[in-house]
């Protein structure tokens, strides 16, 4: 079984901030963060609540797909910067959006987490009879856990939400889901731990003592090396399985993280740079948002229409990756 993507919206906030920003208050500059990067400008949230930016991006989705909210029966909100530990942003939104009978949790799988709901919210769809609709949202203010003292972090990321709503189908559709723990040192950022506790027990000290409390930590490097080979092994393991190749494919979605990531998968997948919608330019590394963001984009601009075939690639903290194939 399919899916269907029957409405989508987005939302960005306000306020952009461009690389001449950084070099406001940063060693950095214009000229190395975009051919480094790619990214020129991106958008930042504040204190703007990640749950309302999420709302936003559902409303529009809702709308375009022209359903009622009473009948969207599963709600999942993909985010690492959720407002709350608890409740869940997808609880809130199943309130705040009208839908009276529906299951709602927050997922978390960094910036595969688009990727990752759309593919629980498909099973969910194929295995319960009484969903009719799934509303799947990735909202993230990834600034609110940037260093703003760390040159070769926080300018990669931005603010964003976006939003699909699906229903069952008979379209093509196929999909890989993966993680490497090993690689969780890699990419992180910590819930309070106090320190001088943890390593006063060698038992409880999980090497993640010393660093601060809610602070993104990246080992570019090795990030980069994983990100590489992550995206053509997560669109290879998912096109084997229905025997499709990146020649049959029209576009790809990836994670939005630095375009040289990007260029170097298309080398790796034989395909060219034309058919990957690049958006990180500005919006920059939104994790989770990042792919929505751009399949909305690319859809609105008329770039992506209804019968083409989509890759959807995502990889990230975790280290998580996975991949979505399926026909818009
Ligand atoms: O969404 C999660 C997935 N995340 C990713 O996919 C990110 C993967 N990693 C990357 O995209 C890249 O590794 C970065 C963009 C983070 C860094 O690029 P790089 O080409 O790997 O740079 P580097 O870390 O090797 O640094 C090169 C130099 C260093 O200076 P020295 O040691 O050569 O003197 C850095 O200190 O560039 C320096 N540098 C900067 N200079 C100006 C690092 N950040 C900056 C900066 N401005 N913002």
Redesign the pocket.
Known sequence: MGINILGMGSYLPEKIMTNDDFAGF????DE??RT??GINSRNMAGWEPVWLMGKNAALKAIEKAGISPEEIGLVIVSTVTSDFVTPSIASILQYELGIKNAAAFDLNAA?SGFVYSVDTARRFLETDDNIKYALVVSAEAISRICDFTD???C??FGDGAAAVVLEKSDKMYSSFLNSDGSGARK?FAKNCQPAEIVKQNSDFDDGFADMPVHKLY?D??E??KF?VKALPTAFRAAAEKIGITSNEIDWFVP?Q??VR?IETAAKNLGAPMDKFIVTLDHHG?T?SASIPLALNEAIENGTITRGQKLALVG???GLSYGSVILEY
């Open positions: 940063l060693d950095t500059n190395w963060i480094r990067t910036c040159r070769s972090t300018i990669l990419l990246q570019g490097k990030v980069y990100a994670h993280a630095n990531i590394n994790s990889f990230g903290a």
